[in-house]
């Protein structure tokens, strides 16, 4: 079946450490997108990528890196200079202007 | 900057009722879409809607209908009939280039809580 995966579901690190949380899909979309999700706040975009080995920063970028070696793939780290990083990670793709975005299940990190 | 506004923290509404959510959006593209999004409490995103800004026809999927006013900027989207599986957060997003940019970026709203009361 076509799909966008993230995984894991869930994630607890320990506080300095850097984490990387994956996102793949089999839709052949170009367009691939990383939000963060906290209550009260709806989706903030904090990379995204149109085509292979490009990518731009979002709203809130900073404390986070990406990579897009393959179509397919488009994980993103959360480093240890992001200062809140506990949050829900939606991770999307979208194959032209005008259509949907499809998403993941997401991923809850916790700090702790 | 693009911005998408939903000025409606929690909205409630009876079952069997029509609903109106808000969305105005801002950006200096000419060519862009917007789209609302569902989210229930289990947290993933269901796409319910799709507007082109050269669109003229107001947008229709079922029960769903967006209300396009160009000019005013603003994209609202009405819900006949709700259901109680109707609540939800509803997310209103728009996918445009930014000023002096050339890749498309996907912006969404704050969102709206809705309730559907039986």
């Known amino acids: 079946d076509g799909g966008i995966t993230q995984s894991p579901k869930y994630l607890f690190r320990k506080e300095g450490q850097n984490v990387t949380l994956s996102c793949e899909q089999n839709l052949n979309h170009d367009a691939m997108y990383w939000y963060r999700q906290d209550p009260g706040q709806g989706l903030r975009l904090i990379y995204y990528s149109q085509i292979v080995n490009d990518f731009q920063k979002g709203d809130i970028a900073e404390g986070y890196s990406v990579s897009r070696e393959k179509k397919e793939s488009f994980p993103l780290t959360v480093t240890s200079a992001q200062k809140n990083p506990t949050a829900f990670y939606l991770c999307a793709s979208s194959m032209y202007v005008n259509t949907e975005a499809f998403f993941g299940q997401g991923t809850r990190l916790t700090v702790v | 900057a693009q911005k998408i506004t939903q000025t409606q923290p929690g909205m409630f509404v009876q079952e069997k009722e029509a609903v109106t959510l808000d969305c105005t959006y801002d950006?200096?593209?000419?060519?862009?879409?917007l789209f609302w999004y569902k989210q229930p409490s289990s947290g993933e995103m269901i796409f319910l809607i799709y507007q082109g800004s050269y669109d003229e026809q107001n947008a229709t999927e079922g029960r769903y209908s967006l209300n396009f006013q160009k000019a005013r900027k603003s994209a609202n989207l009405v819900i006949s009939a709700s259901q109680l599986g109707d609540s939800a957060m509803y997310f209103c997003a728009m996918r445009a280039v930014e000023s002096g940019g050339s890749n498309y970026k996907l912006t969404f709203g704050k969102g709206t809580l809705l309730t559907v009361n039986p």
């Open positions: 950006t200096s593209d000419q060519s862009y879409g």
